[in-house]
């Protein structure tokens, strides 16, 4: 009888009672799955290392790098690298690649709980709902006049990136008549179309939009794909908005538009350096949100993710292709045989 595939689950995963965030109902996909062993690694980590590559065939991970260096040890055994989530920016895809290790994530869970939150943040901005939470705890009830909010039908809504999170984003907003504009080189307007939506330009998009929301991969053509030139573009008046990733966005030149007036205010569930430093200017501005990239964070949200991601690993170990796959290319290598 063969050996039982070992596969771990990256500890970060787990809230302060030791329980899976995600819940228990998904870790029915491996207790179920025959031939397959599973354990939480023994310690928290940051980083995937040599170890860990050695110990398991497939992992499942929330927060940890997967760096070049988890591939080059001896012995390796690791086939599989599961993201909880949709970006994979803190893994290594190319060395993954070379070595024969599937990478997968969960893009599917993701674009209606992330429109979700963009929404909120426009609404929220909309409504200065936070201005008005801290007067009226203050006792400034008389201030109402001082506090307009901005009433949405007719305004421009921009989203940067119409991949599924952008796309449903922009769906949604159609309950709000909003005008709806799409900067996406690779987006299809046909189907934005579709949706009552308009591919522009990411000038245009900056220059008409009343609300701008980032909602692109990071990669290293997105890295400071908005910086002090693109706030100069925006209106006055704009808010601007951040589901993505921190280092999108020139965190530097965001603080500096806030400050000089450049633009009117942000909401940011992602910050370059994470944690965020409590040192961060944005943490001290009235006229921003923030949160800890977590905001998209619900129980739905969780259990879709790790059912998503926790079937890709058995499907891959049982030999059959899961249906997300970062790697693509890697479908050919000889450590892998996947129908």
Request: proline letters at 6%.
């Given at each position: 009888?063969?050996?039982?595939?070992?596969?771990?689950?990256?500890?970060?995963?787990?809230?302060?009672?030791?329980?899976?965030?995600?819940?228990?109902?998904?870790?029915?996909?491996?207790?179920?799955?025959?031939?397959?062993?599973?354990?939480?690694?023994?310690?928290?980590?940051?980083?995937?290392?040599?170890?860990?590559?050695?110990?398991y065939d497939?992992?499942?991970v929330n927060?940890?790098?997967?760096?070049?260096?988890?591939?080059?040890?001896?012995?390796?055994?690791?086939?599989?690298?599961?993201?909880?989530?949709?970006?994979?920016?803190?893994?290594?895809?190319?060395?993954?690649?070379?070595?024969?290790?599937?990478?997968?994530?969960?893009?599917?869970?993701?674009?209606?709980?992330?429109?979700?939150?963009?929404?909120?943040?426009?609404?929220?901005?909309?409504?200065?709902?936070?201005?008005?939470?801290?007067?009226?705890?203050?006792?400034?009830?008389?201030?109402?006049?001082?506090?307009?909010?901005?009433?949405?039908?007719?305004?421009?809504?921009?989203?940067?990136?119409?991949?599924?999170?952008?796309?449903?984003?922009?769906?949604?907003?159609?309950?709000?008549?909003?005008?709806?504009?799409?900067?996406?080189?690779?987006?299809?307007?046909?189907?934005?179309?579709?949706?009552?939506?308009?591919?522009?330009?990411?000038d245009t998009?900056?220059?008409?939009?009343?609300?701008?929301?980032?909602?692109?991969?990071?990669?290293?053509?997105?890295?400071?794909?908005?910086?002090?030139?693109?706030?100069?573009?925006?209106?006055?008046?704009?808010?601007?908005?951040?589901?993505?990733?921190?280092?999108?966005?020139?965190?530097?030149?965001?603080?500096?538009?806030?400050?000089?007036?450049?633009?009117?205010?942000?909401?940011?569930?992602?910050?370059?350096?994470?944690?965020?430093?409590?040192?961060?200017?944005?943490?001290?501005?009235?006229?921003?949100?923030?949160?800890?990239?977590?905001?998209?964070?619900?129980?739905?949200?969780?259990?879709?993710?790790?059912?998503?991601?926790?079937?890709?690993?058995?499907?891959?170990?049982?030999?059959?292709?899961?249906?997300?796959?970062?790697?693509?290319?890697?479908?050919?290598?000889?450590?892998?045989?996947?129908?």
């Amino acid at each position: 009888m063969s050996a039982p595939m070992k596969v771990g689950i990256t500890r970060d995963i787990l809230d302060s009672r030791g329980e899976p965030a995600f819940g228990r109902a998904a870790l029915a996909i491996l207790d179920n799955a025959a031939g397959i062993e599973w354990e939480y690694l023994p310690e928290r980590v940051t980083a995937i290392g040599p170890a860990h590559a050695a110990a398991y065939d497939a992992l499942y991970v929330n927060t940890p790098r997967v760096p070049a260096a988890a591939v080059a040890g001896p012995g390796l055994r690791l086939r599989v690298v599961a993201r909880h989530g949709v970006g994979y920016d803190s893994v290594d895809v190319d060395a993954m690649t070379a070595a024969g290790v599937l990478v997968t994530n969960t893009p599917a869970a993701m674009p209606r709980p992330v429109a979700t939150i963009a929404l909120t943040f426009i609404l929220a901005l909309a409504g200065r709902l936070f201005e008005k939470d801290r007067m009226t705890r203050a006792g400034r009830w008389h201030e109402r006049m001082d506090h307009m909010g901005t009433g949405l039908t007719g305004r421009t809504l921009g989203v940067i990136g119409a991949g599924g999170i952008g796309k449903e984003l922009l769906r949604m907003a159609a309950a709000f008549d909003l005008r709806r504009l799409a900067a996406d080189p690779f987006a299809n307007d046909v189907e934005l179309g579709y949706i009552g939506a308009r591919r522009v330009d990411l000038d245009t998009l900056l220059r008409e939009s009343d609300f701008v929301v980032v909602a692109c991969l990071l990669n290293e053509g997105t890295r400071h794909l908005i910086g002090a030139p693109q706030f100069a573009r925006m209106k006055p008046s704009a808010a601007f908005i951040n589901v993505a990733r921190g280092p999108i966005v020139d965190e530097a030149a965001l603080i500096e538009a806030l400050r000089t007036g450049r633009i009117a205010a942000a909401a940011t569930d992602v910050f370059e350096q994470e944690p965020v430093d409590p040192a961060n200017p944005l943490l001290s501005m009235d006229n921003v949100i923030v949160t800890p990239h977590s905001l998209c964070w619900t129980d739905e949200c969780f259990h879709n993710m790790a059912s998503i991601g926790l079937k890709s690993i058995v499907d891959a170990l049982a030999g059959r292709r899961p249906e997300f796959v970062v790697n693509r290319e890697v479908l050919g290598h000889p450590r892998l045989r996947l129908a």
